[in-house]
C-alpha cells in the first residue's frame, strides 16, 4: 500500500512538472510572437513615416520649380516684356538650370532628398520630383497650362491654310519662315510651286494619314523620318506639333457700368476740351502742344460715361496723360478724323456701339501714333465695338498717307483695305466669320498688324505687306501677301491671348 502511494504522489509531481514546462513554453511562444509582431509594427511604423516624408519631400521639389517659373514669368511681366521675350527666358532657364537637388536631414534624423526637373512643350510646363527618404522614394509630376497664346509663326490657322504662288512667309529674321495648322486632315494645307515658307507644322495625322496627305501636292524627299516636302523648286520641312489644339476664344471686355462723367476740363484761352455734360471735343480750337491730364483731373476714377467723344482733327502733340491707369470711357458716340497721344504707362479704351462709330480718316492718320511710330503704340489706345455680328467695320484708307494707329476688340467682321501708302499698326480681335485684307503692298514702311480671328476666313485680295501675325480659322489668298513675322506683336493687350495672365494648375499626380 504504501509503494503505491508514493509512486501515485511521483506521478503527480511528474505531470505537475510537464505541466509547468508547457506553460512556459506556451509563454515563451507567446514573447516571442508579441516581440516579432512589435518589432513587425515597429518596422512598418517606420517605413510608412518615411513612405510619408518621401512623398513632401518629393512635393518641396515640385513647389521649387513651380515657384522658379513663376518669379521668371512675373519679373519679366513686371519689366514689360514681350511674349517672345519672356518664353525665351523661361527655355533659356531649362537649358541652363532644368534640374535642381536639395539633400537634408529629416527632423526624425532620416537623409532625404529630392531631385526636380521643369521642362515645356508649347503652352504645358511640365515638372517632375522625385523624393527619397531613407530607402523609400516617391516621384511627383505636375503640368502647368498657360491658358493664353504662345505667338512665334507669321500665320496660324485653325482649319484650312491655302498658300498661292505669291505668297511669302517670313521670320523675324526676314528670311523664308515657318507656318502651322491646328488640323491634320487631308489636304488641309496648300502650298502652291512657288509659295514661299521654312517650315510646316501640323498635328500628328491619324494613321494611316502622314504628312504627304495632309499637305497638297507635297512631293516626298527621302524616307518618311525625313519629314520633307518638295513643292515645284522649293523644299521645306514639316514638323508634327500638338502642344495646341485650338485658339483661345476672345472674351470681350465687360461694359463697365457707369454714369460719371469727366471734370469740365478748358485750357486757358481755348474752348473747353471737356465741357460741362462730360463731352471730349479735340479740333483746331484745342491747344497745340498741350496736355489733358485726364488722370489727375479725375482721380482716383477710372470709369467715366462719356456722351460724345470727338476727334475733329489731328492737333499737332496734343496728348492725353492717363498716367500708370488703364481709364475706360463708355460713349454713347465716337467720332475719330485725326490723331493725338495717349501719354503715361496706362491705357485708353473706348466702349462703343457699331452704329455710333464714325470713321472719317482718308488721307489722313487716325488714332494715337505717339512719339514714334513703332507698333506697341497702339496697345495704348483700344476701342471695344459691340454690333450685329453681320456689320462689318470698314478700315477704307483712302489714298496715299490714310493710316491708322489704334487696337479694336469687336465682333463684328473687318474690311481692312489700304492704298498707295495706307498703314495699320495695331492689334485686331473678332469673333467674325469674315476678314478682308485688301491692298496696294507698296507701303513703306510696311503694316504692323496682329490680327486675330478664331472663327473667320481671312480672304487677301490685292497685295499686302505687312509683320506682325495673322491668326484666323482659315486662309486663303487670291493675291499677293508678304508677312514678315514680328515679335513686338506677341504681346497683345488681349488679356485672354496673354500666356501669363493666369496659369491653369493641374492635379500633382504621383508616378
Same mark, same amino acid.
Given at each position: 500500500?504504501?509503494?503505491?502511494?508514493?509512486?501515485?504522489?511521483?506521478?503527480?509531481?511528474?505531470?505537475?512538472?510537464?505541466?509547468?514546462?508547457?506553460?512556459?513554453?506556451?509563454?515563451?511562444?507567446?514573447?516571442?510572437?508579441?516581440?516579432?509582431?512589435?518589432?513587425?509594427?515597429?518596422?512598418?511604423?517606420?517605413?510608412?513615416?518615411? +513612405?510619408?516624408?518621401?512623398?513632401?519631400?518629393?512635393?518641396?521639389?515640385?513647389?521649387?520649380?513651380?515657384?522658379?517659373?513663376?518669379?521668371?514669368?512675373?519679373?519679366?511681366?513686371?519689366?514689360?516684356?514681350?511674349?517672345?521675350?519672356?518664353?525665351?527666358?523661361?527655355?533659356?532657364?531649362?537649358?541652363?538650370?532644368?534640374?535642381?537637388? +536639395?539633400?537634408?536631414?529629416?527632423?526624425?534624423?532620416?537623409?532625404?532628398?529630392?531631385?526636380?526637373?521643369?521642362?515645356?512643350?508649347?503652352?504645358?510646363?511640365?515638372?517632375?520630383?522625385?523624393?527619397?527618404?531613407?530607402?523609400?522614394?516617391?516621384?511627383?509630376?505636375?503640368?502647368?497650362?498657360?491658358?493664353?497664346?504662345?505667338?512665334?509663326?507669321?500665320?496660324?490657322?485653325?482649319?484650312?491654310?491655302?498658300?498661292?504662288?505669291?505668297?511669302?512667309?517670313?521670320?523675324?529674321?526676314?528670311?523664308?519662315?515657318?507656318?502651322?495648322?491646328?488640323?491634320?486632315?487631308?489636304?488641309?494645307?496648300?502650298?502652291?510651286?512657288?509659295?514661299?515658307?521654312?517650315?510646316?507644322?501640323?498635328?500628328?495625322?491619324?494613321?494611316?494619314?502622314?504628312?504627304?496627305?495632309?499637305?497638297?501636292?507635297?512631293?516626298?524627299?527621302?524616307?518618311?523620318?525625313?519629314?520633307?516636302?518638295?513643292?515645284?523648286?522649293?523644299?521645306?520641312?514639316?514638323?508634327?506639333?500638338?502642344?495646341?489644339?485650338?485658339?483661345?476664344?476672345?472674351?470681350?471686355?465687360?461694359?463697365?457700368?457707369?454714369?460719371?462723367?469727366?471734370?469740365?476740363?478748358?485750357?486757358?484761352?481755348?474752348?473747353?476740351?471737356?465741357?460741362?455734360?462730360?463731352?471730349?471735343?479735340?479740333?483746331?480750337?484745342?491747344?497745340?502742344?498741350?496736355?489733358?491730364?485726364?488722370?489727375?483731373?479725375?482721380?482716383?476714377?477710372?470709369?467715366?460715361?462719356?456722351?460724345?467723344?470727338?476727334?475733329?482733327?489731328?492737333?499737332?502733340?496734343?496728348?492725353?496723360?492717363?498716367?500708370?491707369?488703364?481709364?475706360?470711357?463708355?460713349?454713347?458716340?465716337?467720332?475719330?478724323?485725326?490723331?493725338?497721344?495717349?501719354?503715361?504707362?496706362?491705357?485708353?479704351?473706348?466702349?462703343?456701339?457699331?452704329?455710333?462709330?464714325?470713321?472719317?480718316?482718308?488721307?489722313?492718320?487716325?488714332?494715337?501714333?505717339?512719339?514714334?511710330?513703332?507698333?506697341?503704340?497702339?496697345?495704348?489706345?483700344?476701342?471695344?465695338?459691340?454690333?450685329?455680328?453681320?456689320?462689318?467695320?470698314?478700315?477704307?484708307?483712302?489714298?496715299?498717307?490714310?493710316?491708322?494707329?489704334?487696337?479694336?476688340?469687336?465682333?463684328?467682321?473687318?474690311?481692312?483695305?489700304?492704298?498707295?501708302?495706307? +498703314?495699320?499698326?495695331?492689334?485686331?480681335?473678332?469673333?467674325?466669320?469674315?476678314?478682308?485684307?485688301?491692298?496696294?503692298?507698296?507701303?513703306?514702311?510696311?503694316?504692323?498688324?496682329?490680327?486675330?480671328?478664331?472663327?473667320?476666313?481671312?480672304?487677301?485680295?490685292?497685295?499686302?505687306?505687312?509683320?506682325?501675325?495673322?491668326?484666323?480659322?482659315?486662309?486663303?489668298?487670291?493675291?499677293?501677301?508678304?508677312?514678315?513675322?514680328?515679335?513686338?506683336?506677341?504681346?497683345?493687350?488681349?488679356?485672354?491671348?496673354?500666356?501669363?495672365?493666369?496659369?491653369?494648375?493641374?492635379?500633382?499626380?504621383?508616378?
Amino acid at each position: 500500500m504504501r509503494n503505491l502511494v508514493l509512486k501515485t504522489r511521483l506521478n503527480n509531481r511528474g505531470m505537475a512538472l510537464v505541466t509547468v514546462l508547457m506553460v512556459m513554453l506556451v509563454l515563451s511562444i507567446l514573447s516571442t510572437g508579441v516581440i516579432v509582431i512589435a518589432v513587425a509594427n515597429f518596422d512598418q511604423t517606420s517605413t510608412t513615416v518615411e +513612405h510619408s516624408q518621401a512623398y513632401y519631400v518629393a512635393e518641396a521639389g515640385v513647389n521649387y520649380q513651380v515657384k522658379r517659373f513663376e518669379n521668371l514669368t512675373a519679373t519679366m511681366v513686371a519689366a514689360d516684356y514681350d511674349t517672345t521675350e519672356i518664353i525665351d527666358a523661361v527655355d533659356d532657364m531649362i537649358d541652363d538650370d532644368a534640374e535642381f537637388g +536639395h539633400s537634408f536631414t529629416t527632423t526624425g534624423g532620416m537623409p532625404g532628398s529630392f531631385n526636380s526637373t521643369i521642362s515645356r512643350n508649347g503652352n504645358y510646363m511640365y515638372i517632375s520630383s522625385t523624393g527619397t527618404v531613407g530607402g523609400v522614394t516617391r516621384t511627383l509630376t505636375k503640368r502647368l497650362r498657360m491658358p493664353g497664346l504662345i505667338i512665334d509663326k507669321a500665320i496660324l490657322t485653325q482649319g484650312y491654310l491655302g498658300i498661292n504662288a505669291t505668297d511669302v512667309f517670313l521670320g523675324a529674321s526676314g528670311t523664308y519662315g515657318p507656318v502651322q495648322t491646328l488640323t491634320a486632315e487631308e489636304d488641309s494645307v496648300s502650298i502652291d510651286k512657288l509659295g514661299k515658307v521654312s517650315e510646316v507644322y501640323i498635328p500628328t495625322p491619324e494613321p494611316p494619314l502622314t504628312f504627304v496627305d495632309v499637305i497638297e501636292n507635297c512631293t516626298m524627299i527621302g524616307t518618311l523620318e525625313d519629314m520633307t516636302c518638295q513643292t515645284g523648286a522649293y523644299q521645306y520641312k514639316v514638323f508634327y506639333d500638338d502642344s495646341v489644339d485650338t485658339l483661345p476664344p476672345i472674351v470681350l471686355p465687360t461694359v463697365p457700368n457707369t454714369t460719371l462723367k469727366l471734370q469740365t476740363y478748358t485750357f486757358s484761352g481755348k474752348s473747353p476740351l471737356v465741357s460741362s455734360t462730360g463731352n471730349i471735343l479735340i479740333n483746331s480750337t484745342t491747344a497745340i502742344g498741350a496736355t489733358y491730364d485726364l488722370a489727375g483731373a479725375n482721380t482716383p476714377d477710372t470709369k467715366f460715361y462719356v456722351p460724345s467723344f470727338r476727334v475733329e482733327s489731328t492737333v499737332a502733340d496734343f496728348a492725353i496723360d492717363v498716367g500708370n491707369k488703364d481709364i475706360e470711357l463708355v460713349v454713347d458716340s465716337f467720332y475719330l478724323s485725326g490723331e493725338f497721344k495717349v501719354i503715361g504707362t496706362g491705357s485708353l479704351t473706348v466702349f462703343v456701339d457699331y452704329d455710333d462709330l464714325i470713321l472719317n480718316c482718308k488721307n489722313k492718320v487716325c488714332g494715337v501714333k505717339g512719339d514714334t511710330a513703332t507698333p506697341t503704340v497702339a496697345d495704348k489706345f483700344i476701342l471695344v465695338v459691340r454690333g450685329d455680328p453681320t456689320d462689318e467695320i470698314d478700315f477704307t484708307a483712302g489714298q496715299n498717307q490714310s493710316s491708322f494707329y489704334l487696337s479694336v476688340i469687336t465682333n463684328v467682321s473687318m474690311d481692312i483695305t489700304l492704298y498707295g501708302n495706307g +498703314h495699320f499698326y495695331g492689334f485686331i480681335a473678332t469673333t467674325s466669320e469674315a476678314v478682308k485684307l485688301n491692298g496696294t503692298g507698296n507701303a513703306d514702311p510696311k503694316s504692323s498688324l496682329l490680327l486675330y480671328a478664331p472663327n473667320a476666313t481671312v480672304t487677301v485680295d490685292g497685295s499686302i505687306n505687312m509683320d506682325g501675325a495673322l491668326i484666323a480659322e482659315s486662309y486663303s489668298s487670291n493675291g499677293q501677301a508678304v508677312m514678315r513675322f514680328n515679335p513686338d506683336f506677341t504681346s497683345p493687350p488681349f488679356d485672354f491671348l496673354d500666356p501669363f495672365a493666369s496659369f491653369q494648375y493641374e492635379p500633382t499626380i504621383e508616378q
